[in-house]
T-cell receptor, first 115, second 114 residues
Framework: EAGVAQSPRYKIIEKRQSVAFWCNPI?????LYWYQQILGQGPKLLIQ????????DSQLPKDRFSAERLKGVDSTLKIQPAKLEDSAVYLC?????????????FGPGTRLTVL | QQQVKQSPQSLIVQKGGIPIINCAYE??????FPWYQQFPGKGPALLIA?????SEKKEGRFTISFNKSAKQFSLHIMDSQPGDSATYFC?????????????FGGGTRLMVKP
């Protein structure tokens, strides 16, 4: 079974530029999550999708971050404009149903450096 | 607000030792407590998980101990091996109808020396 795919793996941009990350979840998984992992910290949930609807985006900085999951499969996370403090690894995860003790499977992440 | 506090931040043990990583939580609405293992350049992977109605769970060399009254839980790694060197995260799931949202601890970087 293929895992969660993310691209690009690395991205370096200057502040105020825009950037987008792509995630392809495990086939058949209804729930998709985006996390931000700052160096030396645990992942922090940014947004959760159930199919193509948003379940929770309370920690997403909506003035600069946006995410979508068209057709309930792939997802993109965009930052516009980027700030220095956005430097982090952006992890995508998926789970089968999103309920109970559903296991979340993580992708390898995209490491973003904002200069 | 950090809802899950994890300690220590780093830990070094000799091969065969038993590293112990501790976590404490505040929100009594948490109802599921997984541990994740993360190697450099990889995403976290589920290691073992426990529900608060159980005081201990073992899977292979990994054991979770859970103290509901103290709102604390810990991970023990028996007979640790150099291949266990990784960063370990505890997490807690909030029980609501909005979904399966996890709050992670800050992580413990474990090094097992040969």
């Amino acid at each position: 079974e293929a895992g969660v795919a993310q691209s690009p793996r690395y991205k370096i941009i200057e502040k105020r530029q825009s950037v987008a990350f792509w995630c392809n979840p495990i086939s058949g998984h209804a729930t998709l999550y985006w996390y931000q992992q700052i160096l030396g910290q645990g992942p922090k949930l940014l947004i959760q999708f159930q199919n193509n609807g948003v379940v929770d985006d309370s920690q997403l900085p909506k003035d600069r971050f946006s995410a979508e999951r068209l057709k309930g499969v792939d997802s993109t996370l965009k930052i516009q404009p980027a700030k220095l403090e956005d430097s982090a690894v952006y992890l995508c995860a998926s789970s089968p149903t999103g309920g109970g003790s559903d296991t979340q499977y993580f992708g390898p992440g995209t490491r973003l450096t904002v200069l | 607000q950090q809802q899950v506090k994890q300690s220590p931040q780093s830990l070094i043990v000799q091969k065969g030792g038993i590293p112990i990583i501790n976590c404490a939580y505040e929100n009594t609405a948490f109802d599921y407590f997984p541990w994740y293992q993360q190697f450099p350049g990889k995403g976290p992977a589920l290691l073992i998980a426990i529900r608060p109605d159980v005081s201990e769970k073992k899977e292979g060399r990994f054991t979770i101990s859970f103290n509901k009254s103290a709102k604390q839980f810990s991970l023990h790694i028996m007979d640790s091996q150099p291949g266990d060197s990784a960063t370990y995260f505890c997490a807690a799931r909030r029980n609501n109808n909005a979904g399966n949202m996890l709050t992670f601890g800050g992580g413990t970087r474990l090094m097992v020396k040969p």
